[in-house]
């Protein structure tokens, strides 16, 4: 693909030769002046591209006041092209003119890629939402998934880490997955991501990211290496029509992304530049010092089992008892040395031009994005180029070439949301660090090496040629390349006394072929709304992917400075105990696939005059991981639409823009199975009559009958536009059915087997979309003041219908916390299985006396843990004076939000723009696994651990203290009956947040000096802050770090607030 | 005129939409499971044959695993029948029971402050608590229950289905009087002696015989005699070889006003032993008030919970002091006055060498 780069550099002198011409017949001709304005407000329109389209020669561009001085010759007709806005053509005379160019995002007749092919709006039957390129600016963050969220109704977006370069969490319409992987803070639903389709290039959306609890890759994702900068337009696909002709992979929905494309006839280098400051969050208060040591005496004086053990304890404590000796004597505030403040940058750099018989763009950007936890963060470098070409009228050539690196350090954290230093804490007491002093987890932030590199080639050739008139053939090819690789070595000090080297590779690729024929027919060709319209395409789609992990990881080298060797030793052998304490030595190759997937799709669209619309699509997934005896699997939809604003009894409304009423159904299926739970697994064992043999593997009964997961889908919907396009509104209502969701299946001992991989479980997600834009103030004179408001909410709810076997409750054991998750049939998929808490004894005398036995309710049925004044009320359900786990955990809570959404505010008043931007949470449960660590910290008071700010929490001091948490300092009892358990619904609160992400203010440089003499078409400066603020009932520091089912991680990684200034430039 | 017309058509359009849309959204319910209870096939008791002693109460908790069923599940005994088939309506009926309005915490300081915290109540011999399964035998005798063995059937049920366990046995015994028991308490006869038939001291050490010969713990037998019903008390008394009486005034080492016992089933020293200590003009026995049961929770505690008592004394031997100590633990149930005697098999040595 290099070749490109000359190509286009010659291209540019090209066009620069063709605009010096221009001047040299400048005398046989005329000057054209004018000023071209948008015709909604009025504003002046920059950079407008001026096309003679007699002559066939760009001309120019319109300054920053809209003003525009050509030269051509009388009478021929200019043209007036701007991005997304319909093109304009004028004649060229001695008056000058004023062109008014309305703005096409604002209509139906705006083009959307559906099911690969571009097709304007209004014939659109799916639920299709809209981004332009121009909502995501401004902010420069390190994932555009970021800026995504609240933007479109249904798509809920949670930024689960505060971590550079790491995703969040994705679903459109609800969740459909029910697989819960690990345990604790680090419990992770299966991905319910939806397929991501560049510049129509379908792509992992998960690309580099395991789900797995090891996290061993570099985790970065496609979305994290795009700048969005370079994005058109965005389209979201939340209906199984829109999403059906995606197949196989389009079952959670479909994201499209369209980059840029050039289009103008000179070249355009857009600049934006920008320098941002990353703020750590605020600390958590914290005692120190003189506070702290006698929160501990205290604690082990008074609340210790007997004298004996107090004296024990403070004996042992010598941090806490030589209170005179000055290396114990200090107030260390361990928080402010984890965090720091950072100062990054980001740079975009992108050149295009063209028209549409030949177009260029390259788009360079560079961001630096340090995160506030020292050693973190996450630089990209990252260059697309695109070029399209149509030599004639009946062959259309494009290709792109992106390439990017994203380089990202990880400090010393881990896990999938890229652990923070929540935990890793000391006391006050220690002293501060020094050369010669140091707690691990500090010096693993420090001194720790954890380099996460990713680098992605894609490329992508197509072409289309028209074989007969209207009859098109088409074919795409495109080839998408990662290599991720991780460089980690641990100190041995910050390592439990092991050095740790740890070397991952892995490689993935995807090489993906589509072609095809389309038709389209029209009885009036010239005017669709006249006549029947017919579209017929088919295409088959072929693809390949491979994956290969390699891993080494070797404990307890030599020193820390011997990072080696790295290769494979047998020393370090798998299971060595002294090496692998925990049993994670993975040395070798961690994973090898192949994939194949071959499909078959066709769609037959038909409209009558533009108002009856019909779409009839099919497509046949087969796939290598599919079940042996089945394949295939079928993904047909059906949507109709009626654009009743075109009905001849409503045209005369002069109030009504468009108005339109939709319906599909559609089937997607999603490709689960993998070769190993459909062919099983065969291994090698030792000795069988003295040979080695293959043999199978009994964990996992091979299905040969696997399906796909698939998923139906029911949306009805109406779009209205009112009032010249002051009020806007997009409903949808759907039902959306999950099955064949693949669960384990146990099976009895007899069969030899663990367990079978079958398809069984179903959920239903049901709800309502609404997207409301508001033009509240629009006058159309140039300068005045201008309101837009647009608010979209998306109100879902999940029920669990069925899981395999005909069970109607599962239970998966968290072994961290006990945090137990509960799939039960009826309810919403996944829930909480949680003690009750509904207050807190206050006297003993409160505890329920078992009338037979003669004693209180005690914690747990054996042991003599009895409660007393001060601990918590737990429900007795079963009415046997102790609380157990076994039967007195209730299902409650819902860990996936009720209604998620956004909502955008945008002001301008002459040069100046201001937009801000919120998006909002509601109903969702929240564990506060933080909260009750911290607490349950507090009851080792001789350990050294930092010890919160306990006035901030109600609890419980004496009879008559109205609190919500126990008797803190009562450390030994509470050690009997853990009051602090994270598994109770103390813990458990509502996650309803509303938050302001971005505020931006704009300010657009027109008539100075100084931007004539630099050539400058456009130039804006503009300063924006993100991640404001978020207000919320929730007690934690942010209801949105959390992980996706809702725990609250101690280790969770602080959603930084940023400062950015920068400056937009057009030359 | 058009216009209005259109208009209205239109609003007739939205409106009738408005109401699709609702009943569309309105049938998204229908058709979808309704959460139930969950039931458990695999459901069960940890045991199904319960034996139980007459004259106390027998408490079976923890036995039953809901196996993660919606709680709380409801229990109830049916058919209760003797072992061949016949109804047994003596373990249905209602007798009068002690209940605990007020935990019971071993500190109370007199027998008057224990039964203060009881109240009069009525229960079934056989009483199965309701929503936890935990199945009662309530203190009664022989007059009200024979001894042998008995069936019932308990019925779980809860919002989404129902189980009987069937057949599940009692078998009712003969009381224990007090524990260590060396009787057999379904035939009445003394065990043999490896198995229980004599008793001896949970702990025998330090003692020495006249030659210096420690005492191992068989050298001792202890015995439990009931002398009246008067009151319930308790009294110790030490006898040697000759069954001479010794008096108490050679367990030099005791601190009689420091004397408590651990109760398991509070997880506390109960303090103190017993109730209005009195010696014997003479010293050779200690008598005590004592609850019944004693201790407190013997029963209760599902036999677990006993007093422990040890008698100590220290005497010099060729230059050194030597500890000994004899101890027991036991419960009383049987109300009345009960002695427990300190059989010495040879006679220990008590005074200096």
């Known amino acids: 693909m290099k070749q490109h780069y000359p190509s286009i550099k010659r291209l540019i002198a090209a066009l620069l030769f063709l605009g010096g011409s221009v001047t040299c017949f400048a005398q046989q001709a005329i000057t054209v002046r004018g000023r071209v304005l948008d015709k909604q407000n009025g504003s002046p329109l920059p950079g407008v591209s001026i096309n003679d389209v007699t002559s066939k020669k760009a001309l120019g561009l319109t300054d920053d006041r809209g003003n525009f001085q050509v030269i051509t010759e009388s009478g021929h007709q200019l043209k007036f092209r701007y991005i997304g806005y319909d093109d304009q053509v004028a004649q060229a005379g001695e008056a000058a003119l004023r062109i008014l160019m309305t703005s096409t995002s604002k209509a139906l007749k705006e083009a959307v890629i559906v099911g690969y092919n571009a097709r304007t709006k209004e014939t659109v039957t799916g639920a299709v939402s809209v981004i332009s390129g121009k909502d995501i600016q401004d902010v420069p963050v390190s994932n555009v998934e970021q800026l995504l969220q609240g933007k479109v109704a249904g798509l809920n977006i949670q930024n689960l880490t505060g971590a550079p370069g790491f995703s969040g969490s994705v679903s459109i319409r609800g969740i459909s997955q029910l697989n819960i992987s690990g345990g604790g803070d680090q419990a992770t639903l299966a991905s319910n991501n939806p397929l991501l389709v560049i510049d129509n290039v379908p792509i992992d959306y998960d690309g580099g990211i395991d789900q797995s609890m090891l996290q061993p890759g570099a985790a970065t994702g496609p979305l994290a290496l795009i700048p969005p900068d370079d994005i058109e337009s965005i389209e979201v696909f939340k209906d199984a029509q829109a999403a059906s002709l995606y197949g196989s992979r389009g079952a959670n929905g479909v994201i499209v992304i369209t980059t840029k494309r050039g289009n103008s006839p000179t070249p355009v280098i857009t600049v934006n530049s920008n320098v941002f400051i990353n703020f750590p969050p605020e600390l958590r208060p914290t005692w120190g010092g003189l506070f702290e040591r006698r929160f501990r005496v205290n604690s082990i004086l008074e609340n210790s089992r007997d004298l004996i053990d107090s004296r024990n304890k403070l004996n042992n404590a010598q941090f806490l008892t030589d209170s005179l000796n000055p290396f114990y004597n200090n107030s260390t505030n361990w928080q402010g040395y984890f965090y720091q403040t950072t100062i990054n940058t980001n740079h975009n750099v992108q050149i295009s031009g063209g028209d549409a018989r030949l177009n260029y763009k390259t788009n360079l950007a560079y961001q630096l994005n340090q995160g506030v936890i020292k050693n973190t963060g996450f630089n990209k470098y990252s260059l697309n180029m695109q070029l399209n070409f149509q030599p004639d009228q009946r062959l259309r050539v494009g290709a792109q070439l992106f390439g990017a690196l994203g380089q990202k350090a990880r400090g010393n954290g881990g896990g999938l949301t890229n652990n923070g230093a929540g935990n890793a804490f000391s006391s006050s007491l220690n002293p501060s660090p020094s050369h010669f002093i140091g707690i691990p987890e500090l010096e693993g932030y420090d001194n720790n090496l954890d380099d996460n590199n990713t680098v992605n080639l894609r490329g992508y050739l197509s072409a289309d040629y028209e074989l007969i008139p209207n009859l098109w053939l088409s074919s795409t090819t495109s080839y998408d390349y990662y290599t991720d690789t991780r460089d980690q070595f641990k100190q041995a000090f910050t390592n439990n006394d092991l050095t740790m080297l740890y070397g991952y590779l892995g490689r993935r690729d995807e090489l993906n072929t589509r072609n095809g024929v389309n038709y389209s027919y029209s009885t009036v060709p010239t005017n669709m709304e006249q006549g029947h319209n017919l579209y017929v395409s088919f295409f088959n789609e072929v693809n390949i992917k491979t994956n290969k992990i390699n891993i080494v990881d070797l404990r307890n080298g030599p020193s820390d400075y011997y990072w080696g060797p790295r290769g494979y030793s047998p020393r370090f052998y798998p299971g060595n105990p002294f090496n692998d304490p925990n049993g994670k030595n993975d040395n070798g190759v961690h994973a090898t696939s192949v994939y194949h997937a071959l499909s078959w799709a066709g769609i037959v669209s038909y409209n009558y005059k533009t108002k009856y619309n019909i779409d009839l699509s099919y497509r046949l997934d087969g796939n290598s991981d599919a079940g042996v005896s089945d394949r295939y699997s079928v993904n047909p939809a059906i949507g109709l639409r009626w654009n009743f604003n075109k009905e001849r009894w409503l045209r005369d409304l002069t109030w009504l823009d468009y108005g339109s009423l939709r319906m599909t159904y559609g089937i997607n299926s999603r490709a689960t199975s993998t070769i190993l739970n459909t062919l099983g697994v065969y291994q090698i064992y030792a000795d069988y009559n003295n040979a080695p043999s293959v043999a199978p593997e009994f964990s996992v009964l091979p299905n040969p009958t696997l399906q796909p997961e698939k998923s139906y889908q029911y949306d009805i919907g109406a779009d209205l536009g009112l009032f010249k396009g002051r009020l806007t509104f997009t409903y949808d209502t759907y039902y959306k059915r999950t099955y064949n969701i693949v669960r384990s299946f146990y099976l009895p001992d007899i069969t030899g087997y663990n367990e079978v991989q079958v398809n069984g479980g179903s959920l239903v997600n049901y709800g309502h979309e609404l997207a409301v834009t508001a033009r509240l103030f629009n006058p159309l004179q140039p300068g005045a003041f201008h309101w837009t408001v647009s608010l979209n909410g998306a109100l879902n709810r999940g029920t669990l219908t069925g899981l395999p076997g005909g069970i109607t409750l599962y239970r998966q054991i968290d072994p961290v916390y006990a945090e137990d998750f509960i799939l039960k049939v009826g309810r919403n998929p996944i829930s909480n299985y949680l003690y009750q808490n509904t207050g807190i004894y206050q006297s003993t005398a409160d505890v329920p006396v078992d009338p037979i036995r003669g004693v209180r309710a005690k914690w747990q049925a054996g042991g003599t843990n009895f409660f007393q004044a001060g601990d918590p009320i737990w429900t007795d359900v079963n009415g046997d004076y102790a609380i157990s786990g076994n039967h007195d955990k209730f299902v409650i809570g819902n860990p996936d939000p009720l209604m998620t959404g956004g909502m955008s505010n945008t002001f301008s008043y002459h040069n100046f723009s201001l937009n801000i931007y919120c998006s909002y949470l509601i109903k969702r449960t929240l564990l506060n696994n933080a909260l009750s660590t911290r607490l349950q910290q507090l009851s080792d008071p001789d350990k050294m651990s930092n010890v919160y700010d306990l006035d901030q929490l109600r609890y419980w001091t004496g009879a008559g203290s109205d609190a919500s948490y126990s008797d803190i300092m009562n450390v030994y009892h509470n050690s009997l009956t853990n009051p602090f358990l994270a598994d109770q619904d103390l813990f458990a609160e509502d996650g309803s947040y509303f938050k302001i992400n971005q505020i931006t203010l704009g300010y657009t440089f027109l008539n100075f000096g100084f931007m004539k003499r630099w050539g400058l078409h456009l130039l804006r400066a503009y300063a924006t802050l993100y991640n404001v603020g978020i207000f919320s009932p929730y007690s934690g520091p942010d209801p949105e770090t959390v992980t996706t089912l809702g725990r609250d991680d101690i280790k969770g990684y602080p959603a930084a607030r940023s400062l950015t200034l920068g400056i937009n430039a057009q030359f | ?353």
């Not at chain 2, 029948?81 to 935990?103: C, M, T």
Request: charged fraction near 25%; include cysteine; proline fraction near 6%.
């Open chain 2, 1 to 353: 005129m058009n216009r209005k017309i259109n208009i209205k058509r239109m609003a007739g359009i939205l409106l009738t939409l408005g109401i699709l849309i609702t009943l569309a959204a309105g049938c998204y319910k229908e058709g979808l499971p309704e959460e139930q209870d969950y039931f458990s096939k695999d459901m069960n008791y940890s045991i199904n044959r319960f034996v139980v002693n007459l004259g106390r109460t027998n408490p079976f908790v923890n036995i039953f695993n809901a196996d993660y069923s919606s709680e709380p599940l409801t229990f109830s005994i049916l058919d209760v029948r003797h072992n061949d088939g016949s109804p047994a309506p003596e373990l249905r009926q209602e007798i009068p029971v002690k209940e605990w309005k007020e935990y019971y915490s071993g500190d109370e300081k007199s027998i008057a402050e224990i039964t203060a915290k009881q109240q009069d109540g009525k229960s079934p011999v056989l009483y199965i608590r309701p929503n936890s399964g935990e199945i009662f035998f309530r203190n009664t005798d022989s007059s009200k229950v024979k001894i042998g063995t008995y069936r019932f059937d308990v019925k779980v049920s809860n919002g989404g289905g129902e189980k009987i366990f069937s057949d599940m046995q009692l078998d009712v015994r003969l009381p224990h009087p007090y524990e260590p028991y060396e009787y057999d308490d379904s035939t009445g006869l003394l065990l043999p002696p490896d198995e229980g038939g004599v008793i001896h001291p949970n702990q025998v050490s330090g003692v020495m015989d006249m030659l210096e010969r420690t005492l191992p713990a068989d050298s001792v037998n202890v015995y439990f005699v009931k002398t009246g019903d008067a009151k319930n008390t308790l009294t110790f008394k030490f006898f040697d070889e000759d069954s001479t009486i010794i008096p108490l005034t050679r367990f030099n080492m005791m601190q009689w006003d420091s004397l408590h016992y651990r109760s398991g089933m509070i997880g506390a020293d109960v303090f103190p032993f017993a109730f209005n200590r009195r010696f014997d003009s003479d010293s050779t026995a200690v008598t005590y008030d004592i609850p019944n049961p004693f201790p407190v929770l013997a029963d209760v505690s599902g036999n677990t919970d006993r007093a422990s008592i040890t008698f100590k004394y220290n005497r010099a031997s060729f230059g050194q002091r030597k500890n000994a100590s004899i101890g027991l633990s036991f419960a009383i149930y049987a109300p009345g006055e009960w002695q427990v005697i300190f059989k010495f098999k040879i006679d220990p040595k008590f005074d200096d060498d």
